[in-house]
């Protein structure tokens, strides 16, 4: 685990749960609070040397990242490893779930995990180019190794950031819907904007990177253009339709009296108008509440489809963080403050890790490939370009 200048009881309450199991890095200042970054970098510092007085092989090695208040699944091992067993997997991305799903506000934030961004890394899985997250994060070290001394960089989003920097080494990074990681979700309003924005932040600065993503001779054509799309998202996407949301919004109401004039005189034709309105504007969102409701059956098909129609107040959320993070891009600002955590009661004690940052620890690979001697041997195509940066 990294202490990262934490003011808080996390690497004590780690180390009494984890026993001689637990290693504490502990970061102090002036070193410490210099970003998620700079702490993961020193936390994989510290495997290397572990991997190397251990004679291990890195190829046999993933890294695994989680936030201080991040749990995995049952039996989430037994789903990750196995993706490992291809020897172009450099990485593997779990999908988050919330876990104080109790009020409005965090139950959409859950909505958004488990259903919007879901489908969206699960279709992401045919190009390889999955994103990494900062929590339920799987590396391979021979991969880490390869993006340099420090994989990690200083971007607001670290890890996505790590995942261009992977793809672009030829290194495949996928999924699986057969586990996750629950984690907290932020219950009040500022906390939750100041989170996003800096998510935005760090998003819509990845556009820099667009010249190394369609200069590489490790891409195909389709990995470098679902890359740059997912990069442009926020510029091409979120920024105009949250001007042209309100135009086409001000252009309905002011035509409304024109489109009247095809109504019969029973109202049926404004009626017809409203719902196909209505269906087309929303499309999307009532399938993404029938997705939330299909993977969560313990939440009703009613209250996820409202939850998808919620999405057209949500939306000002993500209108709002979009165009601060564009007003601090043109100023300049690049500091962050780390999101804050509540004292949980109850199960696995998690308590505010306000200053500390993720844990990161080996996992050895005993699930899937493995021989007779427990060592895992992963098939490998000779010849290939990665194999070749591998050797070198």
Sequence with gaps: MIDDGSDDHTARCAEQAGGFGVEVLRRDLPEARRGKGEALNAGV????????????????VIVCVMDADGRLSDGALDHVLPLFADEK???????????NRGSFL?????????AIAAVTQFGRQATGTVSLGGNGQFARL??????????????????LDLAITLALQGWELQSTPHASVDQQAVERLGPLVRQRTRWYQGHMMAILRLPEIWRSRELSHGRALELTSYCLVPWLLDLPWSILFHYC????????????????GDGTATVIIAAAFYLLAFAPALATGLIYHRRDRRWGLLKSLAMGNAVIVTNYLSFACVWRALFRILRGQTSWDKTSRIRETGGQPSPAATGAAAAVAPVLSTQAGVDGAGEWKPSRAKGSRLDRKRAQ
């Design 45 to 60: 510092a510290w495997v290397r040397r572990r991997v190397a007085e251990l004679g291990q092989d890195p190829e046999q």
């Design 89 to 99: 997997v450099g990485g593997v991305q779990l999908q988050v779930r919330i876990r």
């Design 106 to 114: 965090t139950r959409f934030q859950d909505y958004q995990f488990w």
């Design 142 to 159: 021979s991969a880490l190794n390869m993006a340099g001394e420090k994989p990690w960089s200083a971007s607001l989003t670290e890890d």
């Design 249 to 264: 919004l001000i252009m309905l109401v002011l035509r409304w009296n024109d489109l009247s004039i095809l109504s019969s």
